[in-house]
């Protein structure tokens, strides 16, 4: 075990405990008194990992393995959980606060994330039945699993696809600000959820080039976001489209990004989702835009996914999901900050990621996973400088890291 290991298992006991064994239950308080209108909500993922992805050559680990943090010969330190207070103020007004915490075994996310962390906290106004601000620390409205992407006892796998939803680096659950929600024509068939979000949040950026990895926090600045979701006359079929855009700063300072510059990031994405009782189908695009400073982050990147499930029966369940990121580079991309452009556009497949996940449901609230990720596979680029007849350029080198898999055997509980 390492060093955090041993504290954050005992931090994690003691909350469930004082909660599960010390909580006095409502009916015991007061039925008009203050209690009655608190309620506590909770959730622990154990899971253990185990890798068998590339440790050798000059490109790896890639980035995507430095933040997963799974070692070759396994880890038991591989968890989340989260407790959620929520206080009823009026039927119109609540207040929720979220503690969380999280290891990904070796990842190098652990050492710059507190043992306990403050994973949302905000009020929430309703006005009327149809419209709701929050404000603080609130959930960004993001694709399908956002703002579940902890839970295991809901998630087909232990964590949302990857390469659509990170693990803190180039994205982030929460935004410190504020978001209005306002649903069109809830009566009909074709009722639209909407959402607009403004505010700031922090995440991190990781060196591949340092034995380890190191994260390094940054910050998006003047982020703003929408998304809207398009319910149909087929109850269990949505679609949903959405984007944000952001300033950021701080991160690899003097590796990727200059002192005191900013890059701003554009994204938008596309969802399905359709949830019938026996089958699943969903599936979610994301395009990023980065008009950047630094040397390798310019250009487009695109990140996919595809997830099927099948429910044989009430308790055991299975899925198959496929992940894609691809990243498309100009020239021009790379001028920046040297001054020296690339000799040619760039196209690169930089994961490639296919899994299955057998569930099976003690209950609603214990459940039990084993997922396999197979033939994970990335195509990294990196640069030397030549001298053409048009001066010095960058000219791209590309390597594909060894395929490999890994394995996450978890268990979750919720209440």
């Known amino acids: 075990m390492g060093p955090k290991t041993m504290p954050l298992i005992l931090k994690s006991l003691i909350i469930f405990s004082l909660v599960m064994a010390g909580w006095t239950p409502s009916h015991a308080q007061d039925p008009k008194g203050p209690l009655s209108k608190l309620s506590i909500h909770g959730f622990l993922t154990q899971a253990y990992a185990t890798s068998s992805l590339s440790k050798g050559g000059l490109f790896s680990p890639t980035t995507d393995e430095l933040i997963l ?10 968890r989340a959980m ?8 009026t039927d119109k007004d609540v207040m929720i606060v979220q503690l969380s915490s999280r290891s990904l075994g070796n990842s190098p996310i652990n050492d710059v994330e507190d043992d306990i962390e403050l994973d949302w906290a905000f009020y929430e106004r309703r006005i009327g039945d149809n419209t709701s601000v929050k404000i603080g620390r609130v959930q960004i409205p993001f694709g399908i699993f956002n703002e579940l992407r902890d839970v295991g006892t809901v998630l087909p796998f232990y964590r949302p696809a990857y390469v659509m939803y990170q693990e803190g680096s180039f994205t982030s659950e929460t935004v410190d600000g504020v978001v209005f929600s306002h649903t069109f024509a809830p009566a009909s068939n074709w009722a639209l959820e909407a959402d607009i979000w403004f505010g700031e949040y922090d995440f991190f950026e990781v060196n591949p080039f340092l034995e380890g990895g190191q994260a390094s926090p940054a910050k998006a600045e003047d982020a703003i976001g929408f998304q809207l979701w398009l319910n149909t006359p087929l109850p269990a079929l949505r679609f949903g489209l959405g984007g944000q855009r952001r300033d950021v700063t701080g991160g690899l300072v003097g590796i990727f990004r200059l002192a005191d510059e900013s890059d701003q990031f554009e994204d938008w994405y596309f969802s399905f989702d359709l949830d019938l009782e026996k089958y699943v189908f969903r599936g979610e695009y994301r395009e990023f835009t980065a008009d ?9 990147f695109t990140v996919s996914y595809l997830q099927a499930g099948f429910h044989p029966t009430e308790k055991f369940r299975i899925y198959a999901q496929a992940e ?12 920046r900050p040297f001054g020296i452009p690339a000799s040619q556009a760039i196209s690169a497949d930089l994961r490639e990621d296919f899994a299955i996940s057998l569930n099976y449901l003690f209950a609603p609230h214990l459940v039990l996973k084993v997922e396999h990720h197979f033939n994970v596979e990335s195509e990294l680029f990196n640069f030397v400088p030549i001298l053409t007849p048009q001066g010095p350029q960058l000219q791209p080198i590309f390597a594909t890291a060894e395929d490999g898999d890994y394995s996450i055997a978890s268990f979750s509980v919720s209440f």
């Open 69 to 78: 943090g799974i070692p070759e010969d396994g880890t038991f330190d591989y």
């Open 82 to 89: 989260a407790l959620q207070f929520r206080y009823q103020i």
């Open 292 to 300: 950047s400073g630094q040397i390798f982050f310019g250009g487009d």
């Open 324 to 335: 894609f990121s691809q990243a498309d580079h100009d020239p021009e991309d790379f001028i």
